[in-house]
């Protein structure tokens, strides 16, 4: 599904990655595991187009990307978590997911907005709030959904659960249990490494 191979890249003159390997297998659950400051985000941003390459290939289904703006990597089917949410503040809940929602036409289970409540049903009574008006929980819970209105073949987060409540920790695990059980192929980045575990 999502191949990266002899992947380097640098912030300026530093290099941060040196000869990554990478593969995701269609409905696996891969994890990337290391201290801060190890480069599992760099990767991340790698894969998204959000810093060049200086060396590798990224390959998405057999199609090199690693070339392609951000944009166009989410349109081909990468849906991104990031690192602090980066939800609309100024969106409600309800706006916050049709921003991203794609075209399905042709999906057999398409993410639907009812579909995406369903694996997060503390979100339907948020619908109408703003994003600034949401518990940091719920706006993680958020950026979940809205990353699978897209509809995406691959979904990364990057710091899954960082800084939650414990009970918000298990609902996003939970939902992506969900996912897993679904097929979804996802690669997560976390440092609960027992619920990672139990779900790589």
């Excluded at 090199?64 to 100024?90: D, M, T, W």
């Excluded at 939650?164 to 980045?189: D, H, N």
């Amino acid at each position: 599904m999502l191949k990266l191979r002899g992947v380097e890249a640098c912030y300026g003159s530093s290099q941060a990655l040196f000869g990554v390997d990478l593969e995701l297998a269609d409905g696996s659950v891969t994890t990337l595991l290391g201290r801060n400051g190890m480069g599992k985000t760099t990767v991340v941003r790698s894969i998204m187009g959000m810093l060049p390459l200086r060396a590798g290939v990224i390959r998405l289904e057999g199609r090199e990307i690693q070339r392609l703006p951000s944009y166009a990597i989410a349109r081909l089917g990468i849906g991104l978590v990031p690192e602090g949410r980066r939800i609309f503040p100024n969106l409600t809940l309800r706006e916050n997911l049709l921003v991203a929602a794609a075209n399905y036409a042709g999906a057999s289970e398409p993410y639907t907005m009812e579909h995406v409540l369903s694996i997060f049903p503390k979100l339907s009574d948020r619908l109408n709030h703003f994003g600034n008006q949401l518990s940091g929980g719920e706006q993680q819970m958020l950026a979940v959904a809205r990353a699978l209105m897209i509809n995406p073949r691959v979904l990364i987060l990057d710091e899954a659960t960082e800084g939650l409540a414990p009970l918000i920790r298990a609902e996003i695990w939970r939902g992506l249990t969900i996912l897993k059980e679904k097929g979804q192929t996802i690669l997560v980045i976390d440092k609960n490494i027992d619920a990672l575990l139990r779900i790589a």
